[in-house]
């Protein structure tokens, strides 16, 4: 018995805003975007800092979240995805065979969350002190309010 998992989760942030095609008439609306992905680590050679960006294609077939995906995503959110990966070929105007590899959101086998609506600031960063300040504008939980208030007592 073979069996085999084809999965793809990633966090990162829209690169523009989502492109949006009716499909078929009366049968929704296809939803497509890209999503960075970035690693940073530090030169052991050098000391600088490094940093190394993926784009990720990613296709959402999924009526209902086509409609979220047009009304809450932008060019900066932050957005949670989890689907499939799969590989589509075409021939080009040149005849050239085209490959591209999507991570595609079904119907029943695939979720997106909006973590957050971060805004461009105009220069390929995203504005982080906005989404930060608001974070640090939550309220506290009344229990991480004072260390005395614990009770440390064994519930037993």
């Known amino acids: 018995m073979?069996?085999?998992v084809n999965r793809a989760i990633i966090i990162g942030h829209l690169g523009r805003d989502?492109?949006?095609a009716a499909r078929r008439e009366g049968e929704g609306k296809i939803a497509s975007f890209g999503v960075a992905t970035s690693e940073t680590w530090t030169d052991r050679a050098s000391g600088e800092r490094r940093e190394k960006t993926q784009w990720h294609r990613v296709v959402s077939f999924n009526d209902h979240l086509s409609a979220v995906i047009e009304r809450?995503?932008?060019k900066g959110t932050l957005v949670y995805v989890e689907g499939h990966l799969e590989t589509r070929k075409w021939t080009d105007q040149q005849g050239?065979?085209?490959y591209v590899t999507e991570i595609i959101i079904d119907r029943f086998d695939g979720n997106l969350k909006v973590l957050a609506n971060g805004r461009s600031t105009g220069d390929g960063r995203f504005d982080e002190e906005r989404l930060s300040r608001s974070a640090a504008q939550?309220?506290?939980p009344a229990a991480a309010s004072s260390a005395q208030e614990v009770?440390?007592?064994?519930?037993f």
């Open 138 to 140: 939550r309220p506290v």
């Open 18 to 20: 989502p492109d949006l």
């Open 96 to 98: 050239q065979d085209r």
């Open 72 to 74: 809450r995503c932008q």
């Open 151 to 155: 009770d440390d007592e064994i519930p």
């Open 2 to 4: 073979s069996q085999s």
